[in-house]
């Protein structure tokens, strides 16, 4: 609802401020605070110190920021390819196979990751598909979280697809692998690569199902993260959220500059 009055307009900005700050911006800034602390006395922080990020961008850290960084690309890249190609192919289907095809790509979200977790871990720990102890149990799991939003995105772009484009190829000859491939797939650019950057934003901050899942040598960010707060290294954990957060904002804005990109195309 717009708001053309200049009372209105203070008012919704009020509101907005009231709603947004307590509920978002304040948390996040408690944890950049404490990550420029060494002690916490009242109500606030005290001892200002940068100290904590040396070690959060080095050592460990660097290593479980790297390891986050390959499971949520491979992840993503893994999901936005099995999602898109569901997604066209239910998109052909009548509505029954549709509703079924939704359905089983919406289950993985629909229970508590930490399940999907255990499921994986009972699925992959006995050969012939032995994965438990590797790096690949943990991105497998990271790609069946995430590859319903990636189905869901691209679904809700293909029904706002305007059917004039393919048929005009192919009332010009055109095969529907050509369709496919130059027509319909650059119309739906700045939504995979929406959905891309939504699958990897969801699998940096992915805890429950890695906790289970995680070899010693393949530790993910969020995990490490944990175990510092755990320990009670609350300002260390702190540092390090911090540069999870930096890396993975820093990720999205380059994908929303490419979604841009593609959309003017």
């Known amino acids: 609802m717009l708001v053309h009055s200049r009372t209105g307009k203070w008012a919704a900005w009020a509101l907005f401020l009231v709603l947004f700050v307590p509920l978002f911006a304040l948390p996040l800034l408690v944890i950049l605070a404490a990550s420029l602390s060494t002690n916490w006395s009242g109500a606030f922080p005290s001892g200002p110190t940068a100290e904590h990020y040396t070690s959060a961008v080095r050592g460990e850290s660097l290593q479980a920021l790297t390891t986050s960084l390959v499971t949520a690309v491979t992840a993503s890249l893994l999901a936005l390819t099995v999602g898109s190609w569901a997604a066209l192919a239910a998109a ?40 438990n102890g590797t790096r690949w149990i943990v991105i497998l799991a990271h790609t069946v979280l995430v590859t319903a939003f990636a189905y869901q995105s691209v679904s809700a772009a293909i029904l706002r697809l305007d059917p004039m484009y393919e048929q005009a190829a192919a009332s010009l000859g055109a095969r529907p692998s050509y369709v496919l491939w130059k027509v ?9 690569n929406a959905a891309a950057g939504l699958c990897f934003a969801l699998s940096m901050g992915e805890l429950s199902a890695t906790m289970m899942l995680y070899p010693p040598d393949w530790m993910p960010l969020p995990v490490q993260i944990f175990t510092a707060t755990d320990r009670g290294s609350l300002f260390t954990g702190s540092a390090v959220a911090v540069v999870l957060m930096g890396t993975t904002l820093l990720v999205l804005l ?12």
């Open 254 to 265: 380059a994908v929303s500059r490419i979604r841009t990109k593609a959309s003017y195309r």
């Open 92 to 131: 052909s289907l009548k509505r029954g196979g549709k509703r079924v095809l939704d359905a089983l790509f919406m289950l993985p979200v629909a229970v508590p990751s930490v399940v999907v977790g255990l499921a994986v871990l009972v699925a992959f720990s006995q050969p012939p598909m032995l994965l």
């Open 184 to 192: 319909k797939l650059p119309l739906l650019l700045p939504s995979l």
